[in-house]
């Protein structure tokens, strides 16, 4: 090897040497990060702590930060999350060093179990996949059974057929709804056709009843009026005849021989 190139490689290894020196261990790494997600918490930042915490896990995985993370999705109301991250804690503790953790961790998995709301999809194509909220759930059959967290979620299921069905659902805790699927090309559900409605029978109008008229209409009425009154003026006359004073010989009347 030359002379220069060992000075060389000597000088690169001394500079190299304060650098890694510097570097922490992952320990030291996972430590800080640990310390500032339990700051975070005591300050109720809960989605900064459950970061902090996650990347502690990734650097050195210790069963007290999987409880942290758990009691962090907790806090955040993700149930669902929270219920998966306590199993990953209770299936790697200690049941001697950590009986108190442990006891409590059932607990509280067991309360974030019992308040997560569950969605159940009827009438699914069996090979049809079902996502939450972009997710893909595993799964087969005619009934799905999807455990979600309260509050609002789109689903979509689609098939190998390219028909789908998409809606938004809003759930509660501890509530259990159902949804009957029904694909379509354009995704949304079929809606049943709308049942005509039956045109009545035609039925012609009646004639109206003739109304009834009244005597005084009659013409015949008032002929036979005109005559008995025109009777009774005359026997009138004829009465008051015989009692009127004897004919004086006006020109104005023609009498009738007897």
Same mark, same amino acid.
């Given at each position: 090897?030359?002379?220069?190139?060992?000075?060389?490689?000597?000088?690169?290894?001394?500079?190299?040497?304060?650098?890694?020196?510097?570097?922490?261990? %992952?320990?030291?790494?996972?430590?800080?990060?640990?310390?500032?997600?339990? !700051?975070?918490?005591?300050?109720?930042?809960?989605?900064?702590?459950?970061?902090?915490?996650?990347?502690?896990?990734?650097?050195?995985?210790?069963?007290?930060?999987?409880?942290?993370?758990?009691?962090?999705?907790?806090?955040?109301?993700?149930?669902?999350?929270?219920?998966?991250?306590?199993?990953?804690?209770?299936?790697?503790?200690?049941?001697?060093?950590?009986?108190?953790?442990?006891?409590?961790?059932?607990?509280?998995?067991?309360?974030?179990?019992?308040?997560?709301? +569950?969605?159940?999809?009827?009438?699914?194509?069996?090979?049809?996949?079902?996502?939450?909220?972009?997710?893909?759930?595993?799964?087969?059959?005619?009934?799905?059974?999807?455990?979600?967290?309260?509050?609002?979620?789109?689903?979509?299921?689609?098939?190998?057929?390219?028909?789908?069905?998409?809606?938004?659902?809003?759930?509660?805790?501890?509530?259990?709804?159902?949804?009957?699927?029904?694909?379509?090309?354009?995704?949304?559900?079929?809606?049943?056709?709308?049942? %005509?409605?039956?045109?009545?029978?035609?039925?012609?109008? !009646?004639?109206?009843?003739?109304?009834?008229?009244?005597?005084?209409? !009659?013409?015949?009425?008032?002929?036979?009026?005109?005559?008995?009154?025109?009777?009774? +003026?005359?026997?009138?006359?004829?009465?008051?005849?015989?009692?009127?004073?004897?004919?004086?010989?006006?020109?104005?009347?023609?009498?009738?021989?007897?």
């Amino acid at each position: 090897m030359k002379p220069l190139s060992a000075l060389g490689l000597a000088l690169a290894l001394c500079l190299a040497a304060p650098s890694a020196a510097a570097q922490p261990a %992952p320990e030291a790494e996972a430590r800080a990060y640990f310390e500032q997600g339990v !700051s975070l918490a005591d300050a109720a930042r809960w989605a900064e702590a459950l970061a902090a915490f996650q990347h502690s896990l990734r650097v050195v995985p210790r069963s007290s930060t999987r409880l942290n993370i758990a009691r962090a999705l907790l806090r955040l109301g993700r149930l669902r999350a929270a219920v998966e991250a306590f199993d990953g804690y209770l299936l790697g503790a200690d049941p001697g060093a950590e009986a108190a953790r442990i006891a409590e961790a059932t607990q509280l998995r067991e309360e974030a179990r019992a308040a997560l709301a +569950v969605l159940v999809l009827t009438g699914v194509p069996d090979a049809a996949e079902v996502l939450a909220d972009g997710e893909l759930r595993l799964g087969t059959g005619p009934t799905r059974v999807l455990p979600l967290d309260p509050g609002s979620h789109h689903i979509e299921v689609r098939d190998t057929n390219q028909r789908t069905a998409r809606f938004d659902v809003v759930l509660t805790r501890s509530s259990r709804e159902t949804r009957a699927v029904s694909l379509s090309r354009d995704g949304a559900a079929a809606e049943p056709a709308p049942t %005509p409605t039956p045109t009545p029978p035609f039925v012609a109008p !009646s004639a109206p009843a003739p109304a009834s008229r009244s005597v005084l209409q !009659s013409p015949w009425f008032w002929v036979a009026t005109v005559a008995v009154v025109g009777g009774v +003026v005359t026997a009138l006359a004829l009465t008051l005849d015989t009692t009127a004073a004897p004919y004086g010989g006006s020109t104005g009347r023609v009498l009738t021989v007897p």
